[in-house]
């Protein structure tokens, strides 16, 4: 009795055996198939989200952009009395500003600053008052970059208005003024909406 209970245990035991690999066959063989299924799932949220990170970068390069054009730099300044005299080598200071966007012209020295590095214009008028040989200069951090000249000696009212304007490429913190140069540079000249100073910001570099 003892025997074939033995041998009967036997049997279920090599039958056990026999069946339990089909069976972790069947376990593995599933989870090798639902992870199968998963690593599309995983290929098309990894793409998605380079996809995403390369519009957040093209949103960021859109933001940057957007705010470089509205960098708005402006200014125009007229003659503060209706006549004025030079003094040689001083700076003309045109203190009834209409214009300052930006902040970066200075009425109380006549000077601009830029505010941004980029490319400006750049424009003066004069307008003269006597007989004389005016000499007028727009200077870029104390170097003269253009020179204006009147010659009001053989015009039958000794006056005379001329304007010149320029593009120049300018750093940040460059300034721009206007001044009579020389020793001997003494005249008289209109003011008010005759004599004035001007500038823009083109673009930025």
């Not at 320029?166 to 008289?188: C, F, R, S, T």
């Amino acid at each position: 009795m003892k025997l074939c209970m033995l041998m009967m245990l036997f049997v279920m035991l090599v039958l056990n055996l026999w069946y339990r690999p089909s069976y972790c066959g069947d376990v593995t063989s599933n989870r090798a198939r639902r992870s199968d299924d998963r690593d599309p799932l995983e290929a098309v949220v990894m793409q998605q989200s380079a996809e995403l990170n390369q519009v957040k970068a093209e949103l960021a390069a859109l933001q940057s952009k957007v705010g470089i054009m509205d960098r708005r730099v402006g200014f125009l300044a007229r003659y503060s009395v209706l006549h004025g005299q030079t003094m040689p080598g001083n700076t003309f200071k045109f203190g009834e500003v209409t214009l300052n966007d930006g902040n970066g012209y200075d009425a109380s020295l006549g000077v601009f600053t830029a505010p941004y590095a980029g490319v400006y214009i750049i424009a003066f008028q004069f307008f003269t008052d006597g007989e004389e040989r005016p000499l007028v200069d727009i200077v870029v951090n104390g170097n003269t970059l253009v020179r204006m000249a009147l010659d009001t000696r053989d015009v039958e009212a000794h006056d005379e208005s001329a304007s010149t304007s320029i593009v120049v490429m300018l750093q940040a913190q460059d300034k721009v003024w206007v001044e009579a140069p020389g020793d001997d540079n003494h005249y008289k000249f209109w003011g008010g909406a005759h004599s004035f100073f001007s500038g823009a910001l083109l673009y930025t570099v």
